[in-house]
Nanobody
Framework: VQLVESGGGLVQAGGSLTLSCTKS????????IGWFRQAPGKQREGVSC????????YYADFVKGRFTISSDNAKNTVYLRMTSLRPEETATYYC????????????????????WGQGTQVTVSS
């Protein structure tokens, strides 16, 4: 299983970015793709999750209404559209997967996931 993130960069506060997570090597009957972020000196936190089979989305309260998770199964890619970004959201963003849907794991808990991408840096300037 391999996950590769892309789309990070530098954006001004209030701006938008779309992150991509391209997956390969999957053999799971169903799965969850979670997005996490980690700022220096802080714990990795769950941002959003999407289930593989039915596309059910889940969001942390602090991103609801601003972030949108989606998937394109033909491209084996999950997207995280981030809008109204804040400087405190500067972090390395990771995607991860586990062989169960989001509703059957404690999706914001990074310990639930088995495979991780290398991360992509998002910097929000004030």
């Amino acid at each position: 299983v391999q996950l590769v993130e892309s789309g990070g960069g530098l954006v001004q506060a209030g701006g938008s970015l779309t992150l991509s997570c391209t997956k390969s090597g999957f053999t799971f009957e169903d799965y969850a793709i979670g997005w996490f972020r980690q700022a220096p000196g802080k714990q990795r936190e769950g941002v959003s999750c999407i289930s593989g089979n039915d596309g059910s989305p889940y969001y942390a309260d602090f991103v609801k209404g601003r972030f949108t998770i989606s998937s394109d199964n033909a491209k084996n890619t999950v997207y995280l559209r981030m809008t109204s970004l804040r400087p405190e959201e500067t972090a390395t963003y990771y995607c991860a997967t586990v062989g169960r849907p989001c509703g059957r794991v404690v999706w914001p808990d990074f310990n639930e996931y088995d495979y991780w991408g290398q991360g992509t840096q998002v910097t929000v300037s004030s």
